[in-house]
């Protein structure tokens, strides 16, 4: 058994022996969280749209609990409002949580957040216009680019593999701009901008209205994986933009990063088995708002590296999987 299967049993044993006590502390006379804001990312992208579904979904379900999307910039502040207090659930990129957790880059202390679900992977996109200078990351020395917003998980991703070529700092950086996705296909269409990053679901309409619009080159990542892995741990994988996506004649590598589904760690546990319930009963219509062809499965649901998985999750697993 490898040690990350070994790590995941004893969490999962830890979970299951801290069940009652979580129960417990969390009776008080005051009855279980019913009402649940969710913090999703800004409208028009995939985590608006998943928290949507999942509220709709929940409230059909008649289980008794009420998802609240909330938009906001994504991953990072999202990660920040579950640990203030101010949501008691968020969507977040793996990497994005694993430095919560750990308490590094954007987080000054870890953050008490823990995981429900690992529901589906994020693909890196690197896009610039076809007929344009730019064919490698190395080329964009000195160029503007569309990083992500400020406090999205793009941004986290973006910041990295400009950092691993050399082009965070130094003498001739790129000059990162903090852009969403609308204001980053907008800025890339008019010129404004070298390159656009973006992290999300095969297709991303957004994107695949500019390369209907736009003859675009789609830059490969996977030769920045390994290091990647080495530096953050394995929250990054290789994938493959599909030939097909986008009008690509041919598969593109690039990097693979987590999305994660997180609450608080003091969320009682009732609310959290129940949602869970109605995620991997609806899980086909829910991905289907985000990226074509994923599927939720246990053993990929469970997979959320150093984020601890929450005491309800753990038994929601173990009671219906064993």
Not at 103 to 112: K, N
Not at 133 to 141: F, G, T
Not at 286 to 314: D, K, M, N, Q, W
Request: aromatic share 6%.
């Amino acid at each position: 058994m490898t040690s990350a299967g070994v790590t995941r049993r004893r969490v999962m044993g830890a979970g299951l022996g801290a069940c009652a006590a979580a129960l417990a502390g969390c009776s008080g006379g005051s009855g279980p969280v019913r009402r649940l804001r969710l913090a999703t990312g800004p409208e028009g992208g995939p985590y608006y749209a998943f928290g949507q579904a999942l509220a709709q979904a929940v409230a059909a379900s008649g289980r008794g609990i009420e998802i609240v999307p909330v938009s906001t910039a994504a991953s990072v502040d999202n990660l920040r409002k579950l640990d203030d207090g101010s949501v008691e659930l968020a969507l977040a990129m793996a990497d994005a949580a694993e430095d919560a957790v750990l308490g590094r880059e954007s987080f000054p202390r870890p953050a008490a957040v823990t995981a429900l679900a690992r529901v589906y992977v994020n693909y890196t996109h690197l896009l610039v216009p076809e007929g344009g200078p730019v064919r490698s990351v190395k080329d964009l020395a000195g160029r503007p680019v569309a990083s992500g917003a400020a406090g999205s998980g793009v941004q986290v991703v973006a910041e990295r593999v400009l950092r691993e070529a050399g082009l965070s700092g130094g003498p001739t950086p790129a000059r990162q701009r903090p852009l969403g996705l609308a204001a980053s296909v907008s800025a890339l269409r008019e010129g404004t901008v070298d390159a656009l990053f973006w992290s999300g679901g095969v297709p991303t309409p957004a994107l695949a209205g500019l390369a209907r619009e736009l003859p675009l080159r789609f830059l490969p990542l996977d030769g920045c994986v390994d290091a990647l892995r080495e530096r953050y741990a394995p929250v990054y994988t290789a994938v493959t933009l599909p030939a097909g996506a986008y009008g690509l004649a041919e598969p593109v590598g690039t990097i693979g990063v987590g999305n994660y589904l997180l609450a608080r760690a003091d969320l009682p546990q009732s609310p959290v088995r129940e949602l869970l319930q109605v995620v991997f009963e609806q899980w086909r219509d829910l991905l289907r708002e985000v990226t074509a062809g994923a599927r939720l499965e246990p053993r990929f649901a469970i997979s959320t590296g150093e984020v601890p998985l929450h005491p309800g999750a753990v038994a929601y697993y173990r009671s219906v999987y064993g």
